[in-house]
């Protein structure tokens, strides 16, 4: 089984993830323009068992703006790590933060929040996909 290593920005906390992402995307929600400062958050979600820390779990600490997602970071450096999202039972493990990782997004969620257009040919979501409780519906690129 492929697996893919990570750390945050000081090196402190070490992740680890086995296998294949579930999805992957960009994210382009306020929160995650606001958390990530970026104009938009390239996302690797994965099934939890195939995330696990491996070094510096005393050193993550959270915050949940929502129920939906708990932000994890580094209390050293502040180095985003990961975000739980408990409702979906998927963990985003951000994709700058997998070294190796061949990153090949699939869509663009909360796209009509975007503040950077982006004109890739992928699909445009409006939020979510229906599955994940969005309404699933695509919007222009």
């Known amino acids: 089984m492929t697996t893919y290593k ?3 920005f000081c090196g ?3 992740i680890e ?19 990530s400062a970026a104009p938009v958050n390239a996302f690797t979600l994965w099934k939890p068992q195939n ?3 491996t070094k ?10 929502t129920d939906l997602s708990h932000r994890q970071y580094c209390n050293s450096c502040g180095g985003h790590l990961m975000t ?10 951000y994709a700058a933060t997998l070294a190796g990782l061949d990153f090949a997004p699939g869509v663009h969620v909360n796209y009509a929040e975007t503040v ?15 599955e994940l409780g969005g309404s699933g519906v695509a919007v222009a690129e």
């Open 84 to 93: 739980e999202h408990p409702p979906l039972g998927l963990v985003d493990v």
């Open 51 to 53: 995330v696990r820390v």
């Open 6 to 8: 990570g750390a945050c």
């Open 17 to 35: 993830t086995a296998g294949e992402p579930e999805a992957m995307g960009y994210c382009h929600c306020a929160s995650c323009r606001s958390w």
């Open 56 to 65: 510096g779990a005393e050193r993550i600490a959270s915050f949940a703006k």
């Open 116 to 130: 950077l257009p982006m004109r890739d040919g992928l699909p445009k979501l409006k939020d979510f996909p229906a």
């Open 12 to 14: 402190a906390v070490e």
